[in-house]
């Protein structure tokens, strides 16, 4: 397991599991490639996921001439974002209580303020992008209800609540307990003690991200491009004085500027100091179909919190389709360290196949519909913990290189670790870390918990020591 941890997580499976969000591809991006790679670049860009996106779209905005390029391994936004549950959802109530013990209560504060952003700043920026991708990525508001399904979690969860609306008097009643009558009448769920209300949201986030990237790949020709199965072997730092570094592909080199990691649970592979500081963790997800009792509640998106499980799901409102995921115990440990999304995770698939009926109950439920098959589709998708549980966001420092350093005008740069709460940290992280590169202080909205500054590189340092002589110390520090 310790080994699992420290290991190179490589590049991504060249198999992987089908992911119904990618059902069907967007052709005009999932396999393009430009018929010849750029020679020079201002700005490579690893990864096509929110996060690449985020940062292609914010320094397109913020210049008229940067140069850049999006690489991807395999598909465009086939990794995590084109896998994910389809939730925006902050879980803010717990957030703060675990914030809050690790790093205390202003820096909480902060990190569940910035985590709230991001759904009216998706909102925002799909439709600004326009009504087609708007419509398309499906980005809405839904209720949110956390079944709790055990007393002692339930009472637990009653004093985080009291705690949260201490600390943000202005959002006292945005969230609420509601009873365990009301839970089984006026929300179906049979079996729960009671549960938290609130509001999150949902979308359809390969949609989104395939969407804007073919209209910035229309917009700016001239100087943007998105290379799909095109990997990044290496990365190497020169002496050339206008594009130091070399990003290697089996489809030739470019040679860049800024080279951007967002890559998440693979961000290790090119950055080998990063292994065990950030560590790859395999989801899984499902498609299921509605039993005839089940009502059409598109508007909702649920969390069931059973023992040591935690599932959540949303309901399409086109489709009636049930997008769940989970199945993971609390502790996460069989899936730590897992970078391939080429094969289920057994166990979890198993109890996702049955929570659905178990949760809601028979009358709520109702009977199997001919000719539906419960199960739609199933897939896998690697999420990425970090060492300190917040997200590394910046300019990478020589402490975390194997290779020289770069400085403002060229350096490495990262955003990733977003613990399995992309929706919720990468698109304003992304926006975070264009600024950086284009010089602007973000210091006033980024947390400054992901920021990568000299004292966080050196904890990350000195308790990945420790952790790499305890496979327990080590599970603790991501757990």
């Excluded at 991807?72 to 959802?89: P, V």
């Excluded at 839904?142 to 009472?155: G, P, R, T, W």
């Excluded at 050339?240 to 489809?251: C, H, K, L």
């Excluded at 959540?312 to 009636?320: K, L, S, V």
Aim: overall charge neutral; charged content about 20%; glycine content about 10%.
């Amino acid at each position: 397991m310790l080994h699992r941890l420290l290991q190179d997580p490589g590049l991504p499976a060249s198999n992987p599991t089908t992911s119904y969000w990618q059902t069907p591809l967007n052709k005009d991006v999932a396999n393009i490639q430009s018929p010849k790679l750029p020679e020079t670049r201002d700005i490579v860009i690893l990864g096509s996921g929110i996060t690449g996106l985020s940062v292609s779209w914010w320094l397109l905005k913020d210049s008229q001439s940067a140069t850049i390029s999006v690489l991807d391994a395999r598909e465009i936004c086939s990794g995590a974002t084109g896998r994910n549950g389809g939730r925006i959802n902050c879980t803010a109530i717990q957030d703060y209580d675990k914030y809050r013990k690790r790093y205390g209560h202003d820096d909480a504060v902060q990190i569940v303020r910035f985590e709230l952003a991001h759904l009216d700043a998706i909102h925002d920026f799909v439709r600004e992008a326009g009504l087609e991708i708007a419509e398309k990525s499906e980005v809405r508001h839904v209720d949110a209800i956390a079944a709790i399904f055990d007393e002692k979690k339930l009472s637990e969860m009653e004093a985080m609540l009291e705690n949260f609306e201490s600390a943000f008097p202005d959002l006292r009643g945005r969230w609420r307990i509601a009873g365990r009558e009301e839970v089984v009448q006026t929300y179906n769920i049979k079996n729960a003690k009671g549960a938290l209300i609130g509001r999150a949201g949902a979308a359809w986030p390969y949609r989104m991200v395939t969407g804007v990237f073919a209209q910035l790949l229309a917009e700016n020709a001239n100087r943007f491009s998105v290379e799909a199965n095109t990997p990044a072997l290496s990365v190497t730092k020169t002496e050339d004085g206008t594009y130091p570094y070399i990003v290697a592909t089996p489809r030739g080199i470019i040679k860049a500027k800024h080279v951007v990691h967002c890559t998440e649970g693979h961000a290790a592979h090119l950055l080998p100091r990063l292994r065990g500081i950030l560590v790859p963790r395999r989801g899984q997800m499902t498609v299921q179909n509605p039993a005839s009792g089940f009502p059409q509640a598109s508007d909702r998106s649920w969390s069931f919190l059973t023992g040591d499980l935690l599932d959540y799901a949303t309901q399409n409102p086109r489709t009636g389709h049930i997008f769940i995921g989970g199945g993971e115990t609390a502790g996460k440990g069989p899936v730590l360290g897992i970078p391939s999304d080429a094969e289920h995770d057994f166990l979890a698939l198993s109890h996702l196949g049955g929570i659905l009926p178990a949760a809601f109950g028979d009358e709520h439920w109702g009977s199997e519909v001919a000719n539906k098959p419960r199960v739609v589709a199933s897939w896998t998708g690697i999420l990425c913990n970090s060492l300190d549980q917040t997200p590394l966001v910046g300019m990478l420092p020589q402490d975390l290189l194997d290779r020289p350093a770069g400085q403002q005008t060229s350096a490495e740069w990262i955003s990733a670790g977003y613990g399995g709460y992309g929706m919720v940290n990468a698109f304003l992280s992304g926006k975070a870390l264009a600024k950086m590169i284009g010089g602007d202080d973000v210091s006033s909205w980024l947390p400054r918990t992901f920021f990568l500054t000299p004292q966080r590189v050196e904890k990350l340092q000195r308790c990945l020591k420790r952790a790499t002589n305890s496979e327990r110390e080590h599970l603790k520090s991501l757990l």
